[in-house]
């Protein structure tokens, strides 16, 4: 029987973790604060309260090293949770690797990705405080799905603006929200002034994340039993997703390894926070030295090419200002099929480790991107979402490394969700139409200096 | 601790079954045998194998009680395999019911569906025998993902035809095929004689299951290198689908539960069949009794409406003369979206013990099947595939029944997949253009008896 080899190392309902991890209580330093757009002083709790409940707000300044999570929440998680860490032994076979591959498979959602595990905390805590609905955005429509998930969990309305290139591209997401019960518009819309704006100087604009938060965000400020849900980027979302990375550090235990690598896809950050802040905890602590790595699409540069600056959030400004890796808040990325890492900025959290030197970043170009996520849905049998493609072209190209230097690399990587809703994507990568753009660095700079020149006086910028 | 409820009872890999059980074993009775339609004469292992390899003969010959798993399907299983039993916590809270309401969930597999429980072994054995490239039909488009995902696995070709309705309303079904290395053509199509016929006479066909599998078999008995394979039907199909009702045994016996009442869908009869006949094999020996109940479309009903005869299983009438309940071979079902259950016949051996009186089947129509879809994926969260939400409508309708009678019934159904591939169905409903069909018993009766004219002379029939 010692051929038999384990696919999935698995945890019980009962070992799924009860805390989520707060990183900011470990940093050397802390981030930078959010400033206010009209004062330039730091953000309180008042400041962000026409759009989040008190709960989250208080889990966005905790500096506590781990909160609680209701039972609740833990009662939706079990839905799915804990999810599996895979071994990719037919990955390793199809590669002819020596290196060890482990994914941890977040497509088990039933929204099938990483997002619910913030978008139900979310939708619990303003049930809770008596919210009625939430608005969203939604790129590739992984988080505009999870939320509305959420929300048919505790009884909240739901609505959901979805960049436009992925409501025309994708027609299944969003009918997959609205089955679940949430409400979906394009975006650009005419239902806000953000958008109304936008269309009246572009009517054919594809949309963008930011200009999507834009409209979002305008009509829950308008209404106090309204709510937005931002689906990455904040240190509360993040922190919800710490438990991928708690799990995962429990199931390494198990089989007694521990890796070397830690890779996830970066657009706001949320996937690789979740797996990699608890690993960054351990090395932290001295109890383990993996690199850890965010891996983004060349075509939408934050971490590795944008400048670290306060900006805003949002195209309109209707956000604080974030000190941020950004490509400037009016940055329409290229159409890339990852709809979910088309975002201007790169979370604050991970901007300020990075800049810490705590974390590495590489970019990578979709079609190589799908090369890898074809040869992993015929190994592993998953079809992947593009955006975890970009986690999976960085495994292959470090494990096709380890053919040469004969290492037996342990690597781990999040798969954040499956691609059933993006074949389409697939579509035009086995048909050849798929095309690859990459910036010019002093494109990209000159582009942000000038994007940040429309920012309002900020002290010290 | 006591208010923490299980959603899912685990089996780990170690635990999963490694025998598939063989109902024939066990039966009062064996069922009639296949006929050759030139001879009349029950059929040998010679006259299947230009379809099939020797292997995969046997099983469906087979009289022991059980049958090993080898050791390369268990490895492929345990990418997914044990699945998970669910109790269904928040549809029963939905419905208010005292029922207990379990699932067995079939949609972890890669591709989606119970089907790769088959495809994978029948993909094992052809290339164990030397075989290059499989074809077959598949309606919504579940069995040509799983075989696609299989050849893949074991290094085969896969080629499919997709009946046509499907192809053209489910997009995304063809594109999924293709990533995982599948080819797939609309049927009917002009690359067959049987293609060819069907097109002449109705250019506009919508297609069937049974000219879809006419098409595969013409042209895998053309060429020794390639066989054919069926995801439904054949006694071997539904042996290798026991590993669901093995696998849920074990699960219940943990909780120390037994069923009252186990639930399918059921278009050929395999996920069905793979739930119910370890229960029946329990039953038969008398160690529990639930009812066991499949659950088939109004539109198709070949268990509750067709004649029990002899008749071809495709259209063409190139396949051996099976006994089963048919509306007859050459039935065209109305188009809806349930694509998996369009079969003009049921499994002869399901319908030889629906004929002995072991099973029951109910016929529902596609309406109230999504009412009870949407109803659970806004409770449970899985968006359910159009074939499974049969069974659902089945489960809810027992579950409002114990409302008024107060009885605790535990009732398990097989979630045979999800529905992520088959959303426009959902978007149809919440729209409202989703339209119902049934039939008067005459209208199946009279036509039946028309088709069963046009076969060859069988002896006593």
Not at 21 to 41: A, E, K, V
Not at 164 to 185: C, F, N, Q, W
Not at 379 to 391: F, L, N, Q
Request: hydrophobic fraction near 40%; charged fraction near 20%; proline fraction near 8%.
């Amino acid at each position: 029987m010692s051929t038999v080899k384990r696919h999935k190392i698995h945890l019980s309902e009962n070992e799924m973790p009860t805390r989520w991890y707060n990183i900011l209580h470990d940093l050397p330093t802390p981030p930078p604060p959010y400033l206010h757009p009209g004062t330039g002083q730091p953000v309180g709790p008042d400041d962000l309260s026409a759009l989040f409940p008190m709960d989250l707000i208080a889990q966005e300044m905790a500096t506590d090293q781990y909160v609680d999570i209701p039972p609740e929440v833990l009662d939706v998680y079990r839905l799915w949770r804990p999810s599996p860490l895979y071994r990719a032994h037919r990955l390793e076979a199809a590669l002819g690797t020596p290196a060890h591959i482990y994914y941890k498979y977040e497509g088990v959602s039933p929204a099938g990705s990483h997002k619910p595990n913030t978008s139900v905390p979310q939708a619990f805590y303003n049930a809770k405080a008596g919210i009625k609905k939430l608005t969203t955005e939604t790129g590739a429509g992984q988080w505009g799905t999870s939320l509305a998930f959420a929300c048919a969990q505790f009884g909240l309305e739901c609505e959901v603006w979805q960049v436009k290139a992925s409501y025309d591209g994708k027609p299944y997401r969003r009918l997959m929200i609205e089955t679940l019960g949430g409400t979906v518009h394009p975006s650009p819309s005419d239902l806000t002034a953000a958008g109304r704006a936008i269309l009246a100087e572009h009517p054919d604009s594809p949309g963008s994340l930011g200009i999507a938060i834009s409209e979002a965000v305008e009509v829950a400020a308008q209404d106090p039993t309204i709510n937005y849900a931002l689906g990455s980027v904040l240190n509360h979302v993040l922190m919800h997703q710490t438990i991928i990375g708690e799990e995962a550090l429990k199931q390494f235990a198990k089989i007694d390894v521990t890796p070397d690598l830690v890779i996830g896809c970066t657009g706001g950050g949320s996937n690789f926070a979740g797996l990699a802040f608890p690993f960054l905890r351990e090395k932290l602590a001295g109890r383990m030295s993996p690199v850890l790595r965010g891996v983004e699409p060349a075509s939408c540069p934050s971490l590795t090419q944008g400048t670290y600056a306060y900006d805003f959030g949002d195209t309109a400004g209707m956000t604080p200002l974030m000190k941020m890796h950004t490509l400037g808040h009016d940055f329409i990325p290229d159409p890339i099929h990852a709809g979910g890492l088309r975002y201007h900025g790169m979370s604050p959290l991970i901007s300020h480790i990075y800049e810490s030197g705590l974390i590495e970043a590489v970019a990578r170009k979709q079609k190589e991107c799908f090369d890898s996520g074809v040869l992993f849905a015929r190994s592993e049998g998953i079809i992947p979402a593009p955006e975890a493609t970009h986690a999976i072209a960085e495994v292959v190209s470090e494990a096709r490394a380890c053919i040469e230097s004969g290492e037996e690399k342990v690597i781990v990587m999040v798969l954040s969700g499956h691609g059933h809703l993006d074949l389409p994507a697939y579509g035009a990568y086995l048909d050849g139409t798929m095309t690859d753009h990459s910036y010019e660095e002093s494109e990209i700079r000159d582009a942000v200096a000038e994007a940040l020149t429309r920012l309002p006086a900020i002290p010290g910028q």
